[in-house]
């Protein structure tokens, strides 16, 4: 079907009341008000929860045009890192049960929250699902839309047959007949019958009309209960190690069971799951977890070399040429020398609440470099949240003003980032309403840095060795800040020399 075929250019759809006594008027207007509030409450309430159910037919049947395909969602969610981790698990997912990847719009950080799964409170796969649907929906006139694929380069996974892929805004034309800009359209009537056109459609593939017959089977099992697997036949069905311990279980009253099962006996051929078009999961993110996983635990598949070989490819998802190319830029050109890399996290969730440890880290590496014989002047890339302007009083503010140091940061008025966002576009990005905004491409130029660093080694000083590992932030540790030195070794990658790691 050519709407699968993968190109960044055409991976979306070319497709007045009577008199009253004094004495009543009170009680009226205050029945006036209390009448006014409830309205005003029901309509916030319709406005952010899941609408009333509308008729499945009305979308699926869709499925005539659809050539017999079948497709796989999942509902992205908190920062970046985070969403590209689902990603990866969802690529996987697709191509064990042999179904069309849906690629997702990117989120905002803080739009859609999963909650914890060590906790075990976490939004439930319907309520996540539809917060990605209401949070695009709402967003789209204001900040515009942007696909994973308009970051993420997959051609080699699609030009490898690997997987099959369509973008969130081709699927949206087709299945809920709505094209993406439409939604995005400046009048006021259109826009509106648009969005709400989409609004009932994701309540359909969220799971508010439950498993519809051959149209959408929605998968409710989430961290709380399920740990997914695949080849492992004598796992299936047997407990997990990690379960919630008795205190929790009282303080929070909760009785949920975690079982490891196979996603494809589960989901797959011969399953109630497989016939519907549409198989919507909830959160696809997972971390290791006290010696399990959270909610996937596939990382080889030995009896399936096809899969195994994705496996591989996952692990590295390369940025798209623009953002690699700007990565590889500020490496080469603006910092020229072998460096230091410090994530710092200060302002975001439990990390605000832990400068201290989080500069006492950092300074422990610097004076480790210092001691053990490293350049009379350090250079250090700082990646942080907090802005240059409330550097002062802080331990940045130091390293700033040290002679010995030299430190090197992205902006978003930078020549580099500006030029890149104009590449982007340049280089086929869908323009929907607005191109995307610069904090955003920023932190996708801060990443690719670490990202080829990583992807080519690391180097080591003694027996330690330091990297920058932005990529795992949030998900398998605790710690906010990380360090990578390269070596000041340069090597040749695709015609282009630049500092090894």
């Not at 309509?43 to 499925?63: D, V």
């Amino acid at each position: 079907m050519e709407a699968l075929n993968f190109n960044r250019s055409n991976i979306r759809w070319k497709k007045r009341p009577y008199p009253r006594s004094p004495s009543s008027l009170l009680p009226i207007s205050l029945l006036f008000l209390l009448f006014s509030f409830l309205l005003f409450l029901s309509y916030k309430h319709i406005s952010t929860s899941t609408p009333t159910n509308p008729p499945p037919s009305r979308f699926c049947n869709s499925q005539k045009t659809l050539a017999g395909e079948k497709f796989l969602w999942y509902a992205p969610h908190s920062g970046f890192s985070n969403q590209l981790s689902e990603f990866r698990n969802a690529v996987l997912m697709a191509a064990i049960l042999n179904r069309t990847l849906i690629v997702p719009p990117v989120l905002d950080h803080h739009a859609v929250a999963l909650g914890s799964c060590p906790k075990f409170r976490v939004l439930n796969p319907t309520e996540l699902r539809f917060s990605v649907w209401n949070h695009v929906h709402q967003v789209l006139p204001e900040i515009g839309y942007v696909s994973m694929a308009d970051i993420i380069d997959l051609s080699k996974l699609v030009s490898g047959s690997d997987i099959r892929v369509i973008d969130f805004s081709v699927f949206i034309s087709i299945w809920c007949g709505v094209h993406i800009d439409l939604a995005c359209s400046t009048e006021s009537n259109r826009q509106s019958s648009s969005l709400e056109t989409v609004r009932e459609c994701g309540s359909l593939l969220s799971g508010n009309n439950g498993n519809v017959n051959s149209c959408v089977h929605v998968v409710d099992e989430d961290c709380r209960t399920t740990v997914w697997t695949y080849g492992k036949d004598s796992e299936d069905g047997i407990l997990d190690s990690f379960q919630p311990d008795e205190e929790l279980k009282k303080k929070k009253k909760i009785s949920y069971i975690r079982t490891r099962r196979d996603v494809y006996k589960t989901l797959g051929p011969g399953s109630g799951s497989e016939p519907p078009t549409i198989l919507a999961f909830g959160s696809l993110f997972t971390s290791p977890y006290k010696g399990s996983e959270l909610h996937i635990d596939i990382h080889e598949s030995p009896k399936d070399q096809r899969m195994q070989s994705l496996i591989e490819k996952v692990r590295f998802l390369p940025f798209v040429p623009e953002i690699t190319n700007a990565g590889k830029e500020f490496v080469n050109e603006k910092i020229k020398s072998p460096f230091l890399c410090a994530q710092l996290r200060l302002l975001d969730g439990q990390f605000k609440n832990h400068w201290k440890g989080t500069f006492l880290g950092l300074k422990q590496k610097i004076e480790y470099l210092r001691h053990e014989g490293g350049p009379l002047q350090i250079h250090i890339f700082v990646m942080t949240d907090l802005p240059g302007g409330n550097w002062t009083g802080s331990y940045l503010e130091e390293l700033a003003n040290s002679d010995s140091l030299k430190l090197h940061v992205l902006r978003e008025n930078d020549e580099i980032v500006i030029t890149t966002a104009k590449k982007l576009g340049d280089a086929g990005m869908k323009k929907h309403c607005r191109p995307p905004l610069l904090p955003d491409l920023l932190l996708y130029i801060e990443e690719t840095s670490i990202e080829l660093m990583r992807k080519y080694g690391v180097c080591s000083i003694g027996s330690v060795a330091f990297y920058c590992n932005w990529g795992s932030l949030g998900m398998i540790s605790d710690e906010s800040v990380y360090v990578h030195m390269t070596c000041s070794k340069r090597v040749t990658v695709g015609g282009e020399a630049y500092f090894q790691g």
